[in-house]
């Protein structure tokens, strides 16, 4: 079957800290992989994706490679802000269909 | 990018009245979207799954008597919690996906609260 794990919470860091936050899956067949960012009071945002293996998916100083031979899709940056403070979802959707199949959520706050 | 729309963004009703949320998509057409529901501090619960001009597919465990959607147009889903209660209340968010082929990205709704008194 599809699904997605995803690092426990919360994360605390100081601001200009690196940041990783794991997330491994598994699936049938090829899928495209996602991160999604939710803040405070919001729905979830595209952060970035990745759509075949090798790839490497970027955004506002945040990246993840898409690592078929581990099943990986680590979010990382490298020196995080206060504005980053919000809950990141990992994601796959197979591609078979639109089905996207969710990590349960890590939280990060990020303190001056 | 593309834009989804969820409308009302907070709503508080009465135990035993039903709410209507809206999801419209308002610069692409999306032949499907979709309806979760989130807790506190958890992930996304995929309630439904709604395509135009069709009937909802409904996730397991989801009463469908009880959550009312509808997809009368490739912009505009809505969801309608019928007979509310306090255990009703939750965040809940939509998402649509662009009917072009080879857009496999979902766009997320703000969400909507809802708070069942």
């Known amino acids: 079957g599809n699904s997605v794990t995803q690092m426990e919470g919360p994360v605390t860091l100081s601001e200009e800290a690196f940041l990783t936050i794991n997330c491994t899956y598994t699936a049938t067949g090829y899928p495209s992989l996602f991160w999604y960012v939710q803040y405070p009071g919001e729905g979830l945002q595209l952060l970035l994706k990745a759509t075949k293996a090798d790839d490497k998916g970027s955004n506002k100083g945040f990246e993840a490679t898409y690592r078929k031979e581990t099943t990986s899709f680590h979010l990382e940056k490298g020196s995080v802000q206060v504005s980053d403070s919000a809950v990141y979802f990992c994601?796959?959707?197979?591609?078979?269909?639109?089905?996207?199949?969710f990590g349960t959520g890590t939280s990060l706050t990020v303190i001056p | 990018g593309a834009v989804v729309s969820q409308h009302p963004s907070w709503v508080i009703c009465k135990s035993g009245t039903s709410v209507k949320i809206e999801c419209r998509s308002l610069?692409?057409?999306?032949?499907?979207m979709f309806w979760y529901r989130q807790f506190p501090k958890q992930s996304l619960m995929l309630m439904a799954t709604s395509n135009e001009g069709s009937k909802a597919t409904y996730e397991q465990g989801v009463e469908k008597d009880k959550f009312l959607i509808n997809h009368a147009s490739l912009t505009l889903s809505t969801l309608t919690v019928t007979s509310a209660h306090p255990e009703d209340s939750s965040f809940y968010i939509c998402?649509?996906?662009?009917?072009?082929?080879?857009?496999?990205?979902?766009?997320f709704g703000a969400g909507t609260r809802l708070s069942v008194l």
């Open positions: 994601a796959l959707t197979p591609n078979t269909g639109n089905q996207f199949y």
């Open positions: 610069d692409f057409q999306a032949t499907t």
């Open positions: 998402s649509a996906s662009e009917a072009r082929t080879g857009k496999n990205i979902q766009y």
